[in-house]
């Protein structure tokens, strides 16, 4: 069994920074990406944030660009995303996505909110 948990999230004000995490736990013999999206309210759909690869690369959002920078510590099982300069519009709740074992496996998610 594994388990994808999310930590970090909080209420800043617009400008501000926050530092997202994500770490995945259990019997896992293959991590590979691991990737960061949002949902701004339940009727909308998850919007794509950034991605890492097993070897370090990155892909951004474009609403992100120049914001906020994704890494990654292998051996933890751990990716951090680093949000900085942030505004309205990036409130959300915020969900790590990881694939597993050959499987794509979801957290529950972290709320984060940015006032004006």
């Known amino acids: 069994q594994v388990r994808v948990q999310e930590s970090g999230g909080g209420l800043v004000q617009s400008g501000g920074s926050l530092r997202l995490s994500c770490v995945a736990s259990?019997?896992?013999?293959?991590?590979?990406?691991m990737n960061w999206y949002r949902q701004s309210s339940p009727e909308k759909a998850r919007e794509f944030v950034a991605?890492?690869?097993?070897?370090?690369?990155?892909n951004y959002g474009d609403s992100v660009v120049g914001r906020f920078i994704l890494s990654r510590d292998n051996a933890n099982r751990t990716v951090n995303l680093q949000m900085n300069n942030l505004k309205p519009d990036d409130t959300g709740v915020y969900y790590c996505?990881?694939?597993?074992?050959?499987?794509?496996?979801w957290g529950h998610g972290t709320q984060v909110s940015v006032s004006s």
């Open positions: 996505r990881a694939f597993i074992n050959g499987g794509m496996h």
């Open positions: 991605s890492i690869s097993s070897g370090g690369d990155t």
């Open positions: 259990g019997s896992i013999f293959s991590l590979m990406a």
